[in-house]
């Protein structure tokens, strides 16, 4: 058997191997029903009947009811009671906050979830055809013209050996494109979530950055026009403008086709444009579901109006740190106060004891260029300072030269022309081991930051080790402390990441960070994977840690309102140059250049109550029968 490359489209049973495992043909399922289940979410009233590419009769494109899920050695469900149904070119948006089943109720509608996991359901149907019990072989045929499935994690789902355009052949070859076909529909599916393919389809997954990546996998989803694509976060590493575009492209096949879309988001905003039909998710359960105009509009359960209320939304303003919030204060017992001057100490040495004003400028970076030989420089002529106590935030669009930037101010990168000066030092004068505790990085991705065998407690004590920071008989007690910091329990000390949520993971790697007493912390996109109560406690910690220990912020994110929360001043980049910067809420209000404008203008909003609909034609061409374009 032939292995497509993207686990995006396991057409031929990339993805389903989980369930080629001895025991995993054993149907595992029942038709016994549940008691009180959830109403089914009624189709849209204007939904039309849909065209044979899919289906010659106007049924559900998928309907589920009662469905659980248990995964192995698990003593409670996973979920329970899902019930949902689909309408040929309708668009569903299940939200919820991390661990409340949005992924496994995914993973369960496409036969994608690990061997040995239990699955009940009292009825599971796509385009009529009954899925209870489905065998391996079902799912393969199904995965493909049927069922797109689009994972978050863009670098799980692209092969690190095969370009892009190559990749994508592959997945029109399973599915029984046409050779004399492949090359153009390649094109036309890569300009579609604006990826030229002269340019990008030659590269490999990790020649492109994250958003690119993404794009390529909703490219590869949409390639054969499948009945129903479930993308589980597809956006969630895109800036504004990029998840504009994608989700525009996702709107318009939906628009010009019968295709429906189940699309998983922990972005409210996203879900109010996108969806007709909204679930929230709780615990593995459904606690609401109906039309999202209503449901935005008047939630009657107190967990949605609950998440309503943490979604950024521009117009909020900054935050300010909690009333028992008192500057000053250390995480560990007798040492320096964080963001202390360190003029005069040794490249090595701890910082000595000298308080830093307010107006304390920390880094300051001077016409900062970097060039990779690409279209254009990585960086050019950035100029920024990072002061004790304030934040300075980077936006723009992928490839913009926002991480470029960050990893020149780290040391990580040398950069081609400028000058970085740490408290007035050339930044090259520092040693690594004092460069690395005076300036901290925190990653978007907290699980690969954090060694997946280390227990929380080894995962804070290892810098405190590694810097000689306190005695091994304290360095229990600053754990603690610093375990308080970021609002997490004791209990938690024995286990792995694995073992936390996502929420708990960036808190570990928050606490970890700050463990070394640093002047400067770097975030990259330290919130764009959470969902937005997560999100909006990891905000408010970082505001509170900013005032409690006086750190001068870099903050990078794709995300405006986000940015307005957290940032005293904003940087916008465009390839490679900063286009316009100042104070954050005058750049926003008043934004002066174009494209800071442009992303304005993406940014989902709560202030209207009409679902986006794309106004123009399908930017692709669609299918209309079975056998179009294919052999």
Do not use: C
């Not at 668009?91 to 496994?104: C, D, L, N, P, Q």
């Not at 780290?410 to 408290?423: Q, S, Y």
């Amino acid at each position: 058997m032939t292995l497509t490359d993207f686990l995006a489209w396991p057409a031929s049973g990339a993805g389903t191997e989980l369930l080629d495992k001895p025991g995993a043909d054993k149907p595992g399922a029942d038709k016994t029903g549940f008691d009180q289940p959830i109403s089914p979410i009624a189709t849209p009233a204007h939904t039309s009947t849909p065209t044979p590419a899919h289906t010659s009769t106007p049924t559900s494109v998928l309907e589920v009811s009662g469905l659980s899920v248990t995964y192995p050695r698990a003593a409670t469900s996973a979920i329970s009671d899902v019930s949902l149904s689909i309408a040929p070119g309708g668009t569903v948006a299940i939200v919820g906050e991390s661990g409340s089943g949005k992924s496994t109720t995914a993973a369960a509608l496409t036969g994608l979830l690990p061997a040995g996991t239990a699955v009940h359901a009292a009825t599971h149907s796509h385009l009529g055809e009954d899925l209870v019990g489905a065998k391996p072989r079902t799912w393969q045929r199904i995965l493909g013209t049927g069922i797109a499935y689009v994972p978050q994690d863009a670098g799980a789902g692209l092969n690190p050996v095969r370009t892009i355009a190559s990749g994508l052949a592959e997945t029109l070859t399973v599915n029984g494109y046409a050779r004399p076909r492949i090359g153009s529909r390649v094109a036309e599916v890569l300009d579609a979530v604006g990826l030229d393919t002269a340019e990008h389809g030659r590269r490999y997954p990790h020649e492109l950055s994250g958003g690119q990546r993404q794009r390529v996998l909703i490219a590869n989803a949409i390639a054969a026009d499948p009945a129903l694509i479930i993308a589980d976060e597809p956006t969630s590493a895109l800036d504004a403008t990029v998840q504009k575009q994608v989700l525009d492209v996702l709107s318009e096949l939906v628009a010009g086709s019968s295709t429906a879309l189940l699309l998983i988001t922990h972005d409210l905003g996203v879900a109010k444009e996108r969806a007709e039909d909204l679930i929230v998710m709780r615990s593995g359960r459904i606690v609401e579901a109906g039309r999202t105009r209503s449901i935005i509009a008047s939630p009657s359960r107190e967990y949605t109006r609950a998440l309503l209320t943490a979604a950024p939304n521009l117009g909020g303003g900054r935050l300010r740190p909690s009333a028992d919030i008192a500057p000053g204060r250390s995480p560990t017992v007798g040492a320096p106060t964080v963001g202390a001057s360190t003029v005069g100490a040794s490249a090595d040495q701890s910082p000595t004891e000298v308080t830093a004003t307010d107006a304390e400028v920390v880094l300051r970076a001077t016409d900062i260029a970097r060039d990779f030989g690409g279209p254009h420089p990585a960086v050019k002529r950035l100029g920024v300072e990072l002061t004790a106590g304030r934040t300075v935030g980077i936006v723009g669009e992928s490839g913009s030269g926002k991480t470029t930037t960050a990893r020149i101010l780290l040391g990580a990168e040398r950069p081609d022309a400028g000058t970085i000066e740490l408290h007035d030092r050339e930044l090259s004068t520092y040693g690594a081991k004092g460069l690395g505790r005076r300036i901290r990085y925190v990653h978007q991705d907290s699980s690969a930051a954090l060694d997946p065998n280390y227990t929380v407690e080894k995962i804070l004590t290892e810098p405190l080790r590694g810097h000689r920071i306190g005695t091994r008989r304290d360095r229990p007690v600053r754990v603690r402390d610093l375990l308080g910091f970021v609002a997490l329990d004791e209990s938690l000390l024995g286990r792995t990441p694995r073992e936390l949520s996502g929420g708990q993971r960036q808190r570990l790697a928050i606490a970890r960070a700050i463990a070394v007493e640093p002047e400067v912390l770097i975030l990259d996109e330290p919130v764009s994977a959470l969902d937005v109560q997560v999100q909006s406690q990891i905000l408010r910690l970082l505001v509170d840690l900013q005032q409690r220990l006086g750190l001068a912020y870099l903050f990078i994110s794709h995300d405006l309102a986000v940015i307005e929360q957290i940032a005293d001043q904003v940087l916008v980049m465009k390839d490679g140059l900063v286009v316009e910067s100042g104070d954050t809420a005058m750049v926003l209000r008043e934004s002066a250049h174009p494209y800071t404008r442009t992303l304005l203008d993406a940014v989902p909003r709560f202030d209207s109550t009409a679902v986006t609909r794309p106004a123009t034609r399908p930017a692709i061409r669609l299918a209309t029968s079975i056998g179009v374009d294919h052999a």
